[in-house]
């Protein structure tokens, strides 16, 4: 399996600096800093919103790989995470992940649904990957 690698690069210190995150594959360049970390804000990436995507992504490959072995391949899989940073006394913490995912599978009903995207999300690499975070998980079936 190939190794997938990215780039950061920082300068400054924490609250004034600013950085530049690249991924290896040349898809994505972006800035990010501490004040949209913080603050939020636009134009600007955060590591908080790169592990989303990346959970987003992994989920929904999961999730369409347990409906296709089920016989129900999905029409569409529409996956959000939500990363919650939170400020403690040892510092700054991803201590939830919200997965909100939205699915169209023609032939599949709830109960089973329910089962395969639990199973999808205890699978996901990216899941186990952040087990020590709390993930929620609100799947639904669309018509």
């Not at 997938?4 to 800093?33: C, Q």
């Not at 939830?96 to 329910?114: C, E, M, N, Q, S």
């Amino acid at each position: 399996m190939p190794v997938a690698k990215a780039n950061a690069e920082w300068r400054g210190t924490l609250r004034e600096g600013a950085g530049t995150i690249k991924f290896s594959s040349g898809v994505f360049e972006g800035p990010y800093s501490f004040k949209v970390r913080s603050e939020g804000g636009a134009g600007e990436t955060t590591p908080e919103e790169l592990i989303g995507a990346a959970h987003a992504g992994c989920f929904s490959m999961a999730l369409s790989a347990q409906l296709t072995t089920n016989k129900t391949p999905p029409d569409y899989i529409r996956t959000e995470a939500a990363v919650h940073l939170a400020a403690t006394p040892s510092g700054l913490s991803i201590n939830r992940i919200d997965l909100v995912t939205r699915v169209k599978a023609p032939g599949l009903d709830a109960a089973k649904f329910a089962e395969l995207a639990k199973t999808a999300k205890e699978g996901c690499p990216v899941s186990k990957a952040l087990a020590a975070v709390e993930i929620h998980l609100d799947a639904a079936l669309e018509s």
